[in-house]
């Protein structure tokens, strides 16, 4: 079982930066991947970013050159940061943190970004 809590978001004004955190407990040994995707209203989810164990990321067109995932670990935990620059109305939905193990994906509970003047 791996368990997945989120931290971060909120309101920010075009322009500025948010920094997401996925922390994943339990069997974070097996898991080989984590990533966040995000969903506006009337739309379908999209993947934002995932980073595998060895540390290969892939990014969304929409993101690349403004976000940036980076993933830790210790004994306890694994982690997942989203850094979040130049944020754009665009930019705004609702963000979940996956984490992946072999057959099954977790999902964290998800976290309201919002990027408005």
């Known amino acids: 079982q791996v368990q997945l809590v989120e931290s971060g978001g909120g309101l920010v004004q075009p322009g500025g930066s948010l920094r997401l955190s996925c922390a994943a407990s339990?069997?974070?040994?097996?898991?080989?991947?984590m990533g966040w995707y995000r969903q506006a209203p009337g739309k379908q989810r999209e993947l934002v970013a995932n980073?595998?164990?060895?540390?290969?990321?892939?990014?969304a067109d929409s993101v690349k050159g403004r976000f940036t995932l980076s993933l830790s670990r210790d004994m306890a935990k694994k982690t997942a940061v989203l850094q979040m620059n130049s944020l754009q109305p665009e930019d705004t939905a609702v963000y979940s943190c996956n984490g992946d193990v072999l057959g099954f994906r977790y999902w964290g509970q998800g976290t309201q970004v919002t990027v408005s003047s």
């Open positions: 339990g069997s974070i040994f097996s898991i080989y991947a």
């Open positions: 980073i595998t164990s060895d540390g290969t990321t892939n990014y």
